[in-house]
């Protein structure tokens, strides 16, 4: 072996311990982030997570994320992906996503429905926290977790005993516009003698018919408030007696002392018993379990297609939306305080899908969602937790520009079809080029004249053709979504 000179060795050496340093404290002083993504189905979760994760690997490859301090500044390296935390939820399905994304023709990633997750490392160059005397590189580790809006819906039916719980869904079944729907399924609940002892065949008959109706309510009627969330997505839980369950007729008539002494193998104890399971097995536990583990949270919501549907549609949004946002209320007087203490620090909302208006209409679906949003804002208690809202699309399917109509300038967006639809009286074929004014959002809550004189046609668009998956996806604004969610940690 080579002789070396002392200065040699003492530069290895301190090298080497330099080098041991560096690991030891950037491992001690590694940060973590859990994010969290909601939204109620078809709000856009996965397009929204595939484009997230997109433009964080291939950073530098096409990237236009101008708003992204650490990549604006040049302290951004690289992200990959790595195993995820916990190996008992589901992967989040990236590769599936971005294959369809990018296939020829372009398709939209298929529904999920329920919880999955995903990891990502990234790594990066401390620039102005103390973490740049002591280290190069600094890694980030970022959990992502998608999971269905629905499931946030039910966080009330904690503090709703099983009666109170039916008279008020009954409430809404008996109103419009699902009253027309419920009639004869609350004409079969009706003839039910709730002391008689109960039949397990029928109890799962009629659980059927109303999971049925609230598919109905969210598909075709396009509502958002359903009850229970996981009956339209059960995830493992699909055929489980715990789902069997639904709203009594006529609770309210019931003798008090009889209900009191109902055994659970009479129909409504055995309705009772089924509901308080749920909220203990189902509700509270999907709190225990993984919301109070989320950093960040993600709030997606598409507004424009209950704009389509018109003012019932669009009146259950705002309903469905004070519900959810009671998951986030834990301020003094919230539920939530007295059941659990959530970590969340930052929340953003999202107003999905902006690609399907002109651009100079994004102010107008920000207030509107802001209004949605802060509606109850006097009961909300957000001191503690940092709140934006933003109008993106995750995956930008239409370009813009302006298009001349009787002598003026109209801004118009133009993209391919992606069903055959009804165009101001003219059809289009999958894949065809389109051109539109999808009309006006309103800025705000609209009002009854509103849904009389105005008309909307914000219609679906299929993913733009040629996309690869090894460069960055084009996008609106999820630059800024980055960096309100993570240039913070990446100081
Ligand atoms: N133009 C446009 N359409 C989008 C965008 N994001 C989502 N969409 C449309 O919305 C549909 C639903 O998007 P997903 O990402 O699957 O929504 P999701 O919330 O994951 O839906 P579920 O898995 O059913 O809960 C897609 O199939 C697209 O048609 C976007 O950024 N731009
Ligand atoms: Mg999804």
Not at 36 to 45: M, P
Not at 48 to 66: C, H, M, R
Request: proline content about 5%; some cysteine; charged content about 20%.
């Amino acid at each position: 072996m080579a002789l070396l000179s002392k200065s040699t060795l003492s530069k290895r050496g301190l090298g080497k311990l330099k080098h041991k340093a560096n690991e030891l404290l950037s491992r001690t002083l590694d940060q973590q982030v859990t994010l969290a993504v909601t939204g109620l189905s078809r709000s856009g979760k996965t397009a929204f997570i595939t484009s997230l994760v997109n433009q964080l690997i291939n950073e530098g490859n096409g990237a236009k994320l101008s708003f992204f301090d650490p990549v604006h500044n040049g302290n951004f390296i690289a992200a990959k992906r790595v195993p995820q935390k916990h190996y008992h939820v589901p992967r989040f399905d990236y590769d599936a996503a971005i294959s369809a994304l990018t296939s020829d023709p372009a398709t939209w990633p298929e529904p999920t429905h329920g919880i999955s997750e995903l990891r990502l490392a990234i790594r990066y160059q401390p620039k102005n926290s103390i973490l740049k005397y002591a280290t190069d590189m600094a890694t980030l580790t970022l959990d992502i977790t998608d999971y269905p809006g629905e499931w946030l819906l039910d966080l009330p039916m904690l503090k709703q005993t099983y009666q109170e719980w039916s008279q008020q869904t009954h409430g809404l079944m008996t109103s419009k516009p699902r009253d027309e729907y419920s009639k004869s399924f609350l004409a079969k609940v009706a003839q039910l003698d709730p002391f008689a002892p109960a039949s397990e065949e029928l109890l799962a008959e009629l659980a059927q018919e109303y999971t049925a109706l609230l598919q109905t309510f969210r598909h075709e009627l396009g509502l958002s408030v359903i009850q229970p969330g996981r009956f339209i997505l059960p995830g493992d839980l699909a055929g489980a007696p715990i789902l069997e369950f639904f709203p009594f007729a006529n609770a309210d008539n019931i003798d008090a002392n009889a209900y009191q002494n109902a055994t659970d193998d009479s129909v409504i104890g055995m309705l009772r018993s089924r509901y308080s399971q749920y909220q203990e097995q189902v509700v509270r536990k999907f709190y225990r379990e993984h919301f109070l583990r989320f950093d960040r949270q993600i709030v997606l919501a598409d507004c424009l297609k209950p704009l389509n549907k018109g003012k019932a549609s669009f009146a259950d949004l705002e309903l469905a939306m004070s519900m959810i946002l009671e998951s986030y209320q834990y301020g003094k007087s919230g539920i939530f305080s007295r059941l659990f203490s959530p970590k969340i620090d930052k929340l953003l909302f999202g107003a999905t899908k902006a690609d399907h208006v002109t651009p100079e209409q994004h102010g107008a679906m920000v207030s509107l969602l802001n209004q949605l949003v802060h509606q109850n804002k006097n009961q909300l208690n957000y001191d503690a937790v940092a709140v934006k809202t933003l109008a993106i699309a995750a995956v930008k399917a239409t370009n813009s520009g302006v298009s001349k109509h009787q002598g003026n300038e109209v801004p118009v967006i133009q993209g391919r079809s992606l069903a055959q639809s009804e165009l101001s009286g003219t059809a289009s074929v999958f894949g065809e080029k389109i051109t539109v004014f999808p009309g006006a959002v309103p800025s705000e809550l609209p009002r009854d004249n509103y849904w009389q004189s105005n008309s909307f046609n914000f219609i679906e668009f299929a993913p733009l053709s040629g996309l690869n998956k090894h460069q960055c996806l084009p996008h609106v604004r999820m630059d800024q979504v980055l960096q309100f969610l993570l240039a913070d940690k990446m100081m």
